[in-house]
């Protein structure tokens, strides 16, 4: 069974960093049968994908447009997790951020296991 | 990219069945056979009800079902119970740059 459990702080203030990670249990993150992805969720934005990281023979990241300048998600092979920054937010990135398994290829929208979700909240 | 079309909500009694549409391009829904259904309770993270537009996971009963016609894909509830109220969305291939887009919810109320 595969399970992932996320850690970062809840709180950042405007301007500063949003980083996350989450531990992978019963997978690995080099698997090249799965992508790792995180998803964040508000009421203005409703579920909106954010990005994913990838092992295929090397390592591929595929990021949304809309935040693409600013994030980056990386993997940790030592510790079989992968990671997200936000860099330069706003109170407008305010959400529940979720990292996600995606399985059956890359880019298919089949997600599971969900982590547990993280509200982050951006202080102005 | 923009968001796949959901209705706000939609309802049902108990026992019944209630369809709930996903509209989106051929250039996603329409293009691809990669739509996935989530079901949320409160408070909760999504959980996959259907991926590959029809293909249930182990353990999502058979009640759930999933098709597509063109552009708009489809999930069906059937024999509707208690437990089955929750936000519904549907998510499908960008169709570009490895994207992947969601619909905005719908919220399914068992009367």
């Known amino acids: 069974q595969v399970n992932l459990r996320q850690s970062g702080p809840g709180l950042v203030k405007s301007s500063q960093t949003l980083s996350l990670t989450c531990a992978i249990s019963g997978d690995s993150v080099s698997s090249t049968s799965a992508a790792w992805n995180w998803i964040r969720q508000s009421p203005s934005r409703g579920l909106e994908w954010l990005g994913r990281t990838y092992y295929r023979s090397k390592w591929h990241s595929d990021y949304a447009v809309d935040v693409k300048s600013r994030i980056t998600i990386n993997a940790d092979t030592s510790q079989n997790q992968f990671s997200l920054q936000v860099n330069s937010v706003t109170p407008d990135d305010t959400a529940v951020y979720y990292c996600?398994?995606?399985?059956?290829?890359?880019?298919?929208?089949?997600?599971?296991?969900w982590g547990q979700g993280t509200l982050v909240t951006v202080s102005s | 990219q923009s968001a796949l079309t959901q209705p706000p909500s939609a309802s049902g009694s108990p026992g019944q069945s209630v369809t709930i549409s996903c509209t989106g391009t051929s250039s996603d829904v329409g293009g691809w056979n990669y739509v996935a259904w989530y079901q949320q309770h409160p408070g909760k993270a999504p959980k996959v009800m259907i991926y590959?537009?029809?293909k249930r996971p182990s353990g999502v009963p058979d009640r759930f079902s999933g098709s597509k016609s063109g552009n708009t894909a489809s999930l069906t509830v059937s024999g509707l119970q208690g437990e089955d109220e929750a936000d519904y969305y549907c998510c499908s291939y960008g169709g570009s740059m490895n994207f992947v887009i969601f619909g905005g919810g719908t919220k399914l109320t068992v009367l």
């Open positions: 996600a398994r995606e399985f059956g290829g890359v880019a298919t929208g089949t997600f599971d296991p």
């Open positions: 590959e537009v029809s």
